[in-house]
């Protein structure tokens, strides 16, 4: 069983930038996938950003040049570097990790993140 805790939400103006982290409570080594997901108030929950085993790294197109995600093997801990940030933007962001086989899915609590315009 692995623990997600994400943190560095917040409330920050259109342009500004956040950095979220992702801290795991064990190990990253062993998962094939790990990003990020974000779901704003009536709407389904939708990809940001993640690293795929390999490290090849998919972007939505909705931010890409703007999000950089990142990880800390050291740290088992993934980042989300969030730049350039608009109101649609604004919505919880969560941590997910993957292992193909056996199967492991878990995610953080979610962490939100609120753009004004």
Not at 16 to 30: D, H, K, T, V
Request: hydrophobic share 35%.
């Amino acid at each position: 069983q692995v623990q997600l805790v994400e943190s560095g939400g917040g409330l920050v103006q259109a342009g500004g930038s956040l950095r979220l982290s992702c801290a795991a409570s064990g190990s990253i080594f062993r998962f094939n996938v790990m990003g990020w997901y974000r779901q704003a108030p009536g709407k389904q929950r939708e990809l940001v950003a993640t690293f795929t085993w390999g490290g090849s790294t998919v972007y939505a197109d909705s931010v890409k040049g703007r999000f950089t995600i990142s990880k800390d093997n050291a740290k088992n801990t993934v980042y989300l570097q969030m730049n350039s940030l608009k109101p649609e933007d604004t919505a919880v962001y969560y941590c997910n990790v993957v292992r193909w086989v056996p199967r492991e899915d878990y995610w953080g609590q979610g962490t939100q993140v609120t753009v004004s315009s």
